[in-house]
């Protein structure tokens, strides 16, 4: 939940992340609601999550 506080991603869009579609700046979403890929910058606590989920 925080980090979809943090990035303000769906939770599906969270729940499709893989880990090679994480880099250190931001996270490619290749599914995304109206079915384009984007990227979603991540802020320093957004990082600090993810390194603790991996």
């Given at each position: 939940?925080?980090?979809?506080?943090?990035?303000?991603?769906?939770?599906?869009e969270l729940a499709g992340?893989?880990?090679?579609?994480?880099?250190?700046?931001?996270?490619?979403?290749?599914?995304?609601?109206?079915?384009?890929?984007r990227d979603v910058p991540?802020?320093?606590?957004?990082?600090?999550?993810?390194?603790?989920?991996?």
């Amino acid at each position: 939940m925080l980090l979809a506080l943090r990035t303000n991603m769906r939770q599906d869009e969270l729940a499709g992340l893989r880990w090679e579609d994480v880099s250190t700046d931001y996270v490619r979403l290749h599914d995304t609601k109206n079915g384009s890929a984007r990227d979603v910058p991540l802020s320093a606590k957004a990082r600090r999550l993810l390194e603790k989920m991996r």
